[in-house]
């Protein structure tokens, strides 16, 4: 069974532009998580959804983000317009919420590099 | 203070050795833990949850959790250079839901 899938896997921009991430979550999983990772900050959870619904955005940095789930198997994550700040490996992430203590899988990343 | 804290490192360990990673956490109702390795340009991977007190082996890997200390260690036995990764601490404070909060994560150097 394929695991999480994002694209692009590289994204090099130039400040100001938009960028799209997307990400299919396993298939049969319910919940599906957008993580930013950096070195200063480590890494944080950014939003995550329930049966395609956001539950808790309160890691969005700012309104220039925002992320979207119009069906169980895509989601994206827009950044617009984009900053040098921003540049960070995104992580997506999906659950199945029938087990009970809740593993996180994570997909391969997409390293922004915002110029 | 952090939520979830584990000393950055470098922790170095020569091979076969025992390696001891460490984590503490603020919320005292916090409910479930995890532990997740992350080799260098790599996603993180679960290779350990513990959610009661005490300690919980799975085969070279041993978690131990003391929730009235607010402490939770993975301790890795006979120590391999394939070990060599960051390893990250997570905490679920509320149960039900699904929120992971993530320490800054160890990096362990296997020496062979």
Same mark, same amino acid.
């Given at each position: 069974?394929?695991? /999480?899938?994002?694209?692009? $896997?590289?994204? /090099? #921009?130039?400040?100001?532009?938009? /960028?799209?991430? $997307?990400?299919?979550?396993?298939?049969?999983?319910?919940?599906?998580?957008?993580? $930013?990772?950096? *070195? *200063?900050?480590?890494?944080?959870?950014?939003? !995550?959804?329930?049966?395609?619904?956001?539950?808790?955005?309160?890691?969005?940095?700012?309104?220039?983000?925002?992320?979207?789930?119009?069906?169980?198997?895509?989601?994206?994550?827009?950044?617009?317009?984009?900053?040098?700040?921003?540049?960070?490996?995104?992580?997506?992430?999906?659950?199945?919420?029938?087990?009970? !203590?809740?593993?996180?899988?994570?997909?391969?990343? #997409?390293?922004? #590099?915002?110029? | 203070?952090?939520?979830?804290?584990?000393?950055?490192?470098?922790?170095?360990?020569?091979?076969?050795?025992?390696?001891?990673?460490?984590?503490?956490?603020?919320?005292?109702?916090?409910?479930?833990?995890?532990?997740?390795? %992350?080799?260098?340009?790599?996603?993180?991977?679960? =290779?350990?949850? =513990?959610?009661? &007190?005490?300690?919980?082996?799975?085969?070279?890997?041993?978690? %131990?959790? &003391?929730?009235?200390?607010?402490?939770?260690?993975?301790?890795?036995?006979?120590?391999?250079?394939?070990?060599?990764?960051?390893?990250?601490?997570?905490?679920?404070?509320? %149960?039900?839901?699904?929120?992971?909060?993530?320490?800054?994560?160890?990096?362990?150097?296997? &020496?062979?």
């Amino acid at each position: 069974d394929a695991g /999480v899938i994002q694209s692009p $896997r590289h994204e /090099v #921009t130039e400040m100001g532009q938009e /960028v799209t991430l $997307r990400c299919k979550p396993i298939s049969g999983h319910n919940s599906l998580f957008w993580y $930013r990772q950096t *070195m *200063m900050r480590g890494l944080e959870l950014l939003i !995550y959804f329930n049966n395609n619904v956001p539950i808790d955005d309160s890691g969005m940095p700012e309104d220039r983000f925002s992320a979207k789930m119009p069906n169980a198997s895509f989601s994206t994550l827009k950044i617009q317009p984009s900053e040098p700040r921003d540049s960070a490996v995104y992580f997506c992430a999906s659950s199945p919420r029938q087990v009970l !203590y809740n593993e996180q899988f994570f997909g391969p990343g #997409t390293r922004l #590099t915002v110029l | 203070q952090k939520e979830v804290e584990q000393n950055s490192g470098p922790l170095s360990v020569p091979e076969g050795a025992i390696a001891s990673l460490n984590c503490t956490y603020s919320d005292r109702g916090s409910q479930s833990f995890f532990w997740y390795r %992350q080799y260098s340009g790599k996603s993180p991977e679960l =290779i350990m949850s =513990i959610y009661s &007190n005490g300690d919980k082996e799975d085969g070279r890997f041993t978690a %131990q959790l &003391n929730k009235a200390s607010q402490y939770v260690s993975l301790l890795i036995r006979d120590s391999q250079p394939s070990d060599s990764a960051t390893y990250l601490c997570a905490v679920k404070k509320v %149960q039900g839901a699904q929120k992971l909060v993530f320490g800054q994560g160890t990096r362990l150097t296997i &020496n062979p």
